[in-house]
């Protein structure tokens, strides 16, 4: 007889195949048709908030992996919170303004120069608009719930006009302010930029050692063949000198040579002429360069100039001769110390990075890089020249157009980290929790070394710098009129700044004594994109009514120089403390050998084709598994990994699931009436839940996945449900130990649903779709309550008992591995095992009965007799094979005198 049809086998709907792919999108359109956001939220209101405060990703191209591990991270975090009821409404957001949405629409054939300014940002308004539409659905597609029917845009109009608020609130506070200052100048943009679009890449530089003759040596110094020698990595500077600075506490030397009487460095003389090349060497004199302050040369291109000597304590003897040529016009320290002697800022490079007209006929008009060469060629020419080397260094570059970038003076708006810097370090330091230690010593080095902050752009698509000009030029920083602003940018946008005339963006009937013809000049530059979304703060937590500051900021490691910092220097500005109680960051997202992605190496991965191939919840579980505070790595090998770990955790799920087919929650057996083995899980899955709970509340994702799949793999499948299939398959479908098992089943199945959920969003909605055990069940998983700790007797206990039986367990498990190998055996049910039990272990004589079942055997003897038996931890065990009769229906092996009728008792009953 076949006795296949009387088991009771595992019956589900729920398939060992995920067909990720195919069926995920099906479950975005659900969410989206039933607006499971919205319910998943309002079932948390009026309980504790949670509120986390979304950074925005640029509006250009599609989301890259790194975006989406951010992503994923996030909602992983938001749907853990509102697990543990918290009430957590969740505003994405996208950063719209820049440089790099008016370079695509213009590579889209758009003409800047045929349309108006309102025009043209019209266009770009429209751009940005489609590329949140296609970023957003790719954050549907990997599962992510957020309020994506109000999302917060730094186009919006309240955005805007809160954006305005803040500054106006930062001018009137004394924080803003106009000044001519070297910044990072991009030529290849046009425009100013800020330290947190810059990026350094290694360049190779020329390195020219100059000499600067002497031309008034008050007094200190005999004859007209003496000179300074001066050290520059950009020769194209050198026509901008004004002069050379020295420390005034260091020595410095007059040496004479074949070259004339050279003034460096003492300590560097030795080093200089091997450099130089130099035979002749004779110190004449030395002076402090204090000594030597005020004394003046003649500028080695232009003899009709004159070039100070001063002193500054920020010359080094690291590198060069000591004596620093100094361009005001171009860098902070040349700045700073000009300005205390009232040198002017000189600055003869224009926007694009080409030398202007008073640099000579021999030099204008061409680019700084080609400047160089002119400039040293020059140089030489006049026998000003001592040594010229190439080195190759880092230097800094525009992020986005990835070209390099100069220092340039020029008249910009600036931000004050000064006034607010001692501030800015307290909240730091004792106000704001880093998850990531090093992140704060990051961001207190940035900000202690942090200058005045370049705010504004000479671009055209970003809020404009809402400041009017009188007359006599001064800027207009009133209250009225910023309010006044801000409500016609909410009403109108900012594209009304554009559109109108000065007179109908004032308040009416405004006057002003510096104008007195009523004459006003309204600011073109806008401002900074890091000012749009290091003020979103105040335009999403307050103008949305979400509570400042916000619980967490969570974003990628690059971001302490960029939104960590901005919103901070921001908010602390405008609301006196940090936006943030805590932040989280996440690391770079490196290919399967370490390397940093680029279109050029052609290790990019793309990931809607991941998504699109494995299915988002592979995604996801990848990103919940990797140490993201770290760099992580992405790959096919790394995948396919992943993918395993799925089916691992999806097959076991499908047991549990099968084995409940005949189950309902009426057929749950108290857990003071199940056996001690099952009371054993369901302690062990109160250490998980409670595991799981604390890796997740510290956002150690991996921990969390580790401890589920550890469970999945090395207890409930490997242990609990090996033995039990038993029982499951072969006893009557209602006997009692059957149900003990099955409301095991059904805790873990129910547990397990809730726990992978806000990892395996689209696995854990399908297996919610197919849970029947329940007479009322919600409309999703995430609408359902969160497991609860099951109340154990004597829970210390038995976890202590069953911890020791399972370690007896892999020792008669490594008995039967040999009996196994030298295929004395085939399956373990072959095996009759004798133990004899250390003391410490002799009280697990009480499991003698179940040890047949736990074992998977055909007999266990316990004995006291030790002879004959191999030593173990545990025990003494003896494994061989067992000479009886195999049940046809179950399996198991039985005495041929146990057998009725050829069956097991157990069979025999269960087919009457």
């Given at each position: 007889m076949?006795?296949?049809?009387t088991l009771?086998?595992?019956?589900?709907?729920?398939?060992?195949?995920?067909?990720?792919?195919?069926?995920?999108p099906?479950?975005v359109q659900?969410?989206q048709?039933?607006?499971?956001y919205?319910?998943v939220?309002k079932?948390n209101?009026?309980?504790?908030?949670?509120v986390?405060?979304d950074g925005p990703?640029?509006?250009n191209g599609?989301?890259?992996v790194?975006?989406?591990l951010n992503?994923?991270?996030?909602?992983?975090?938001?749907r853990?919170?509102?697990m543990?009821g918290?009430?957590?409404p969740?505003?994405?957001?996208?950063?719209?303004?820049?440089?790099p949405i008016?370079?695509?629409?213009?590579?889209?054939?758009?003409?800047?120069?045929?349309?108006?300014?309102?025009?043209?940002?019209?266009?770009?308004?429209?751009y940005?608009?489609?590329?949140?539409?296609?970023?957003?659905?790719?954050c549907?597609r990997?599962?992510?719930?957020?309020?994506y029917?109000?999302?917060?845009?730094?186009?919006?109009?309240?955005?805007?006009?809160?954006q305005?608020e803040?500054?106006?609130?930062?001018?009137?506070?004394?924080?803003?302010?106009?000044?001519?200052?070297?910044?990072?100048w991009?030529?290849?943009?046009?425009?100013?930029?800020?330290?947190?679009?810059?990026e350094?890449h290694?360049?190779k530089?020329?390195?020219?050692?100059?000499?600067?003759k002497?031309?008034d040596?008050?007094?200190?110094?005999?004859?007209?063949?003496?000179?300074?020698?001066?050290?520059?990595?950009t020769?194209?500077?050198?026509?901008?000198?004004?002069?050379i600075?020295l420390?005034?506490?260091?020595t410095?030397?007059l040496?004479k040579?074949?070259?004339g009487?050279?003034?460096?460095?003492?300590e560097?003389?030795d080093?200089?002429?091997?450099?130089?090349?130099?035979?002749e060497?004779?110190?004449l004199?030395?002076?402090?360069?204090?000594?030597?302050?005020?004394?003046?040369?003649?500028?080695?291109l232009?003899?009709?100039?004159?070039s100070?000597?001063?002193?500054?304590?920020?010359?080094?003897?690291?590198?060069?001769?000591?004596?620093v040529?100094?361009?005001?016009?171009?860098?902070?320290?040349?700045?700073?110390?000009?300005?205390?002697?009232n040198?002017?800022v000189?600055v003869n490079?224009d926007?694009?990075?080409?030398?202007?007209e008073?640099c000579?006929?021999?030099?204008?008009?061409?680019?700084?890089?080609?400047?160089?060469?002119?400039v040293?060629?020059?140089l030489?020419?006049?026998?000003?020249l001592?040594n010229?080397t190439f080195?190759?260094?880092?230097?800094?570059h525009?992020?986005r157009?990835?070209?390099p970038?100069?220092?340039?003076?020029?008249?910009?708006w600036?931000?004050?980290i000064?006034?607010?810097?001692?501030?800015?370090l307290?909240?730091?330091?004792?106000?704001?929790?880093?998850?990531?230690?090093?992140g704060?010593?990051?961001?207190?080095?940035?900000?202690?070394?942090?200058?005045?902050?370049?705010?504004?752009r000479?671009?055209?698509?970003?809020?404009p710098?809402?400041?009017?000009?009188?007359?006599?030029?001064?800027?207009?920083?009133?209250?009225?009129?910023f309010?006044?602003?801000?409500e016609?940018?909410r009403?109108y946008?900012s594209?009304?700044w554009?559109?109108?005339d000065?007179?109908?963006?004032?308040p009416?009937?405004y006057?002003?004594?510096?104008?007195?013809n009523?004459?006003?000049k309204k600011?073109?530059?806008?401002?900074?994109?890091?000012?749009?979304?290091?003020?979103?703060?105040t335009?999403?937590?307050i103008?949305?009514?979400?509570?400042?500051?916000?619980?967490?900021?969570?974003e990628?490691s690059?971001?302490?120089?960029?939104?960590f910092?901005?919103?901070?220097?921001v908010?602390?500005?405008?609301h006196?403390?940090?936006?943030?109680?805590?932040v989280?960051?996440?690391?770079?997202v490196?290919?399967?050998?370490?390397?940093k992605?680029?279109?050029?190496?052609?290790?990019?991965?793309?990931?809607v084709?991941?998504?699109?191939?494995?299915?988002?919840?592979?995604?996801?579980?990848?990103?919940?598994?990797?140490?993201y505070?770290s760099?992580?790595?992405?790959?096919?090998?790394?995948?396919?990994?992943i993918?395993?770990n799925y089916?691992?955790?999806?097959?076991?799920?499908?047991f549990?699931?099968?084995?409940?087919?005949?189950?309902?929650?009426?057929?749950?057996?108290a857990i003071?009436?199940?056996?001690?083995?099952d009371?054993?899980?369901?302690?062990?899955?109160?250490?998980?839940?409670?595991?799981?709970?604390?890796?997740?509340d510290?956002y150690?994702?991996?921990?969390?996945?580790?401890?589920?799949?550890?469970?999945?793999?090395?207890?409930?499948s490997?242990?609990?449900?090996?033995?039990?299939?038993?029982?499951?398959?072969?006893?009557k479908?209602?006997?009692?130990?059957?149900r003990?098992i099955?409301?095991?089943?059904?805790?873990?199945?129910?547990?397990m649903?809730?726990?992978?959920?806000?990892?395996?969003?689209?696995?854990?909605?399908?297996?919610?779709?197919h849970w029947?055990?329940?007479?009322?069940k919600?409309?999703?998983i995430?609408?359902?309550?969160?497991?609860?700790?099951?109340?154990?007797?004597?829970?210390?206990?038995?976890?202590?008992k069953?911890?020791?039986?399972?370690a007896?367990?892999?020792?008669?498990?490594?008995?039967l591995?040999?009996?196994?190998a030298?295929?004395?055996?085939?399956?373990?049910?072959?095996?009759?095992?004798?133990?004899?039990?250390?003391?410490?272990?002799?009280?697990l004589?009480?499991?003698q009965?179940?040890?047949?079942?736990?074992?998977?055997?055909a007999?266990?003897?316990?004995?006291?007799?030790?002879?004959?038996?191999?030593?173990?931890?545990?025990s003494?065990?003896?494994?061989?094979?067992?000479?009886?009769?195999?049940?046809?229906r179950c399996?198991?092996?039985?005495?041929e005198?146990?057998?009725?009728?050829?069956?097991?008792?157990?069979?025999?009953?269960?087919?009457k």
């Amino acid at each position: 007889m076949d006795y296949k049809n009387t088991l009771l086998m595992p019956k589900t709907d729920f398939e060992m195949r995920g067909k990720l792919p195919t069926k995920e999108p099906k479950y975005v359109q659900r969410w989206q048709d039933t607006n499971m956001y919205e319910k998943v939220v309002k079932m948390n209101e009026g309980k504790e908030h949670f509120v986390f405060h979304d950074g925005p990703p640029y509006a250009n191209g599609n989301m890259h992996v790194g975006h989406m591990l951010n992503k994923i991270i996030k909602d992983i975090i938001l749907r853990h919170k509102g697990m543990e009821g918290y009430y957590v409404p969740y505003i994405p957001g996208w950063d719209t303004h820049g440089l790099p949405i008016e370079n695509a629409i213009q590579k889209l054939g758009v003409d800047r120069k045929s349309m108006s300014t309102a025009a043209f940002r019209e266009k770009c308004y429209e751009y940005a608009l489609k590329q949140v539409e296609k970023q957003m659905e790719q954050c549907y597609r990997v599962g992510t719930f957020a309020d994506y029917k109000h999302p917060y845009l730094t186009l919006n109009k309240e955005f805007e006009a809160r954006q305005i608020e803040v500054f106006g609130k930062m001018a009137l506070d004394g924080l803003i302010f106009k000044g001519l200052k070297p910044v990072y100048w991009s030529p290849s943009s046009e425009s100013a930029l800020a330290e947190a679009e810059v990026e350094y890449h290694d360049v190779k530089s020329p390195t020219i050692y100059v000499k600067f003759k002497v031309k008034d040596s008050k007094g200190l110094l005999e004859g007209d063949d003496n000179y300074f020698v001066i050290w520059t990595t950009t020769p194209w500077t050198i026509p901008a000198n004004l002069a050379i600075c020295l420390n005034p506490d260091y020595t410095y030397a007059l040496v004479k040579s074949e070259k004339g009487n050279l003034i460096v460095l003492e300590e560097l003389v030795d080093s200089l002429w091997e450099t130089f090349k130099l035979e002749e060497k004779e110190v004449l004199k030395t002076f402090t360069g204090k000594e030597l302050e005020y004394m003046t040369c003649v500028h080695p291109l232009y003899p009709e100039r004159e070039s100070l000597v001063i002193n500054g304590d920020h010359v080094t003897t690291e590198s060069g001769t000591g004596c620093v040529h100094t361009a005001s016009g171009f860098g902070e320290d040349d700045f700073n110390i000009c300005k205390k002697y009232n040198l002017p800022v000189y600055v003869n490079v224009d926007a694009h990075g080409r030398m202007m007209e008073d640099c000579g006929e021999w030099l204008a008009g061409q680019y700084v890089d080609d400047a160089n060469k002119t400039v040293t060629m020059k140089l030489d020419e006049l026998g000003m020249l001592l040594n010229l080397t190439f080195i190759t260094h880092s230097y800094p570059h525009d992020w986005r157009t990835k070209k390099p970038i100069i220092f340039r003076a020029t008249d910009q708006w600036f931000c004050s980290i000064d006034k607010i810097r001692d501030k800015l370090l307290d909240e730091i330091d004792n106000k704001v929790e880093w998850l990531n230690e090093w992140g704060q010593v990051r961001i207190h080095n940035m900000i202690r070394d942090r200058q005045d902050w370049c705010i504004s752009r000479q671009r055209t698509w970003g809020v404009p710098i809402p400041i009017f000009y009188c007359e006599d030029g001064t800027p207009i920083m009133e209250k009225e009129v910023f309010d006044h602003i801000s409500e016609l940018f909410r009403e109108y946008g900012s594209n009304v700044w554009f559109e109108r005339d000065e007179k109908d963006l004032l308040p009416e009937g405004y006057t002003n004594e510096h104008s007195p013809n009523g004459i006003f000049k309204k600011e073109k530059d806008i401002m900074d994109v890091w000012f749009d979304s290091g003020s979103s703060h105040t335009g999403v937590l307050i103008e949305r009514g979400l509570g400042y500051p916000a619980d967490l900021y969570f974003e990628g490691s690059d971001q302490y120089r960029g939104w960590f910092n901005s919103s901070l220097i921001v908010g602390t500005a405008a609301h006196g403390q940090a936006p943030y109680k805590t932040v989280l960051s996440h690391g770079f997202v490196l290919d399967g050998k370490g390397n940093k992605m680029s279109k050029s190496l052609g290790n990019t991965v793309d990931p809607v084709k991941v998504v699109n191939q494995y299915g988002a919840d592979i995604l996801r579980l990848w990103a919940a598994s990797v140490d993201y505070q770290s760099d992580v790595r992405i790959s096919k090998e790394i995948m396919k990994g992943i993918s395993d770990n799925y089916r691992k955790i999806r097959n076991t799920m499908r047991f549990l699931l099968g084995n409940l087919n005949d189950f309902t929650s009426a057929d749950v057996v108290a857990i003071k009436d199940l056996e001690e083995v099952d009371q054993f899980m369901l302690a062990k899955l109160n250490e998980l839940m409670k595991d799981y709970k604390v890796a997740m509340d510290h956002y150690n994702f991996a921990d969390a996945v580790q401890s589920i799949t550890n469970y999945f793999t090395n207890l409930l499948s490997s242990y609990y449900m090996d033995f039990t299939k038993d029982v499951l398959y072969c006893n009557k479908f209602n006997d009692t130990r059957r149900r003990q098992i099955q409301t095991v089943l059904y805790h873990h199945a129910k547990t397990m649903m809730k726990l992978i959920s806000p990892i395996l969003v689209f696995t854990a909605e399908e297996l919610h779709d197919h849970w029947n055990c329940d007479d009322h069940k919600e409309e999703s998983i995430f609408l359902e309550a969160a497991p609860t700790l099951f109340e154990v007797e004597n829970e210390e206990a038995i976890v202590e008992k069953f911890t020791r039986f399972l370690a007896l367990r892999d020792d008669v498990m490594k008995a039967l591995e040999t009996l196994r190998a030298d295929k004395i055996i085939k399956s373990n049910m072959e095996a009759k095992v004798t133990i004899a039990l250390k003391d410490e272990y002799k009280d697990l004589v009480s499991l003698q009965d179940s040890m047949k079942q736990f074992f998977i055997v055909a007999r266990v003897v316990l004995t006291v007799d030790t002879e004959g038996l191999d030593e173990y931890e545990t025990s003494f065990v003896k494994a061989e094979k067992f000479a009886g009769t195999q049940c046809p229906r179950c399996w198991n092996y039985y005495e041929e005198d146990e057998l009725v009728d050829g069956l097991c008792p157990r069979c025999a009953e269960a087919m009457k």
